[in-house]
């Protein structure tokens, strides 16, 4: 008999409540611990998952399977095109491994969690129980409400129930579990090969390091890493964190954590306790924890939105009328765009690091998601998929958030007639040009204004593609007409 871990996006083994309560369980009945990860590679691309994103959750995956080994625990990564396939999968497995009980993470995603609902329905007839544990967020999901028992649509009352719920009862983790071992004379590889893999039905892989990938290889994907980048951080740089995160040539400047929440290699809970500690002990350096603490509640409040609001998950606008706006149907300028050759430089810069690194600093996401959505009125689900198409830390709920804010179709948006200007932009937050001179080496030799706004040709580097006073009016236009429709 045997306990089966269903990892999805929880690659970790700290503060892993499915983990841990079935590692508790198995010992107290001396049973096995056996994990899966049921790789579904069609529904990731229907989701706009890029290469980025699916080579780091196969990093963090290897990495996943060398903790769990130590703990005794073998993780089976099988091949299974859809979510639709991992309910007879994962019921065969349980057959095959004679396990009774499933024990996995929720997940805030529409489609992930109706697939959760269905295995429930069909694996309890078939006398397997299934437990789902509360982890992607510091409350649980959908639970931080208004009296009345509504939604929060605005951020701030959002945060200052959350803090408030917080206050009352302080966020907890859990250890990694104990090693498993209910035959002391069995070896891992022992009961590796006991699991009889080896089976035409099932496509096991071997996840990979990507080694010679170099935008993988700029983001750890391992849980010693997490920790370590996690302490890095408390240890100073969030010291300044309130003054120095938008300025996006500090390298230190903000956490770089994303990737690991987002694949779930370190737990947000694990993130507010080390600022926590911070905000407690050092009064200098407080506020600026508890601002960082408000960025890790942004991230709770999408999540509550995708789980309360489904029609997010279903590529649909927050505000309903915004629907109706006529975005342009422009290719050229959206391609200028994804390869950062707008012509203004910080847009530029930021779309190449993009490019170049698998990430972006977010002021930058806040500025090239305003400069599509509102100066060249494209579409933002252009740019959604985008991104999510690039990011190393794709994740839907933030990413949705983030791009319904700038293009003022979500709640708690940006009004739409508020403008990042990409000259001003730039002036504030990266006033000597060093962030532009880095991504953008055709300006690299300017002084530091021109880099910002180049005064006529500069050879190498294009034109701009739109007359900023133009696309201001032109958008203000499309959003005044839909208003004036509803
Ligand atoms: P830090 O500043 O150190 O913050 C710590 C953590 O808090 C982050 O790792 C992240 O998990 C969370 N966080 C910070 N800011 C936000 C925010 N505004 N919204 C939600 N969570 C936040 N974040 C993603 O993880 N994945 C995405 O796909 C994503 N897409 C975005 C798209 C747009 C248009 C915008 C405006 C923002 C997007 N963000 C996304 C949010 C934010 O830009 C990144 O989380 C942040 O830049 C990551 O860098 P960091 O880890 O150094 O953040």
Redesign the pocket.
Known sequence: MAQLVWFRSDLRVHDNPALFTACQQAQQEGTDVIACFLRPLEQWQSHNWGQNRIRYTERCLLDLKEELEALHIPLICQDVATFAGQIPALLQLCQRLNCHQIFANEEPELNERQRDQQLIAQAEPAGIHCQLFHDQSLLPLGSVLKNDGTPYRVYTPFRKQAQQMIAQQPVQTFPAPAPVISDPQQSLQLKIDSLSLDQPDLVIFQPQNYSDDPIQQRWPATEKEAFHQLEL?CGQPINR?KTQ?DFPADAK??????????AGKLS?KS?WQAAEQIRLSDPAAAESAST?QG??L??D??RHLLVLYPELSRNQPFKKETSNIQWRNAPDDLQRWQEGKTGFPLVDAAMRQLKETG????RL??L??VFLSKYLLIDWHE??RW??QH?V???????N???Q??ASTGTDAVPYFRLLSPYRQAERFDAQGEFIARFVPELAKLPAKQRIQPKGYVQGYPNPVADLKEGKERMMAAFKAVKSES
């Open positions: 951080f964190y995160r400047g903000t956490s770089l954590l994303s990737p690991m929440l987002a947000v993130c960082w960025e890790l942004w991230r409040f999408y990430w972006m600093h977010n996401r806040m090239t998601a740019g959604e991104f999510m990011l830390d794709a994740d839907l709920a933030s990413n958030g983030g791009w804010w700038a």
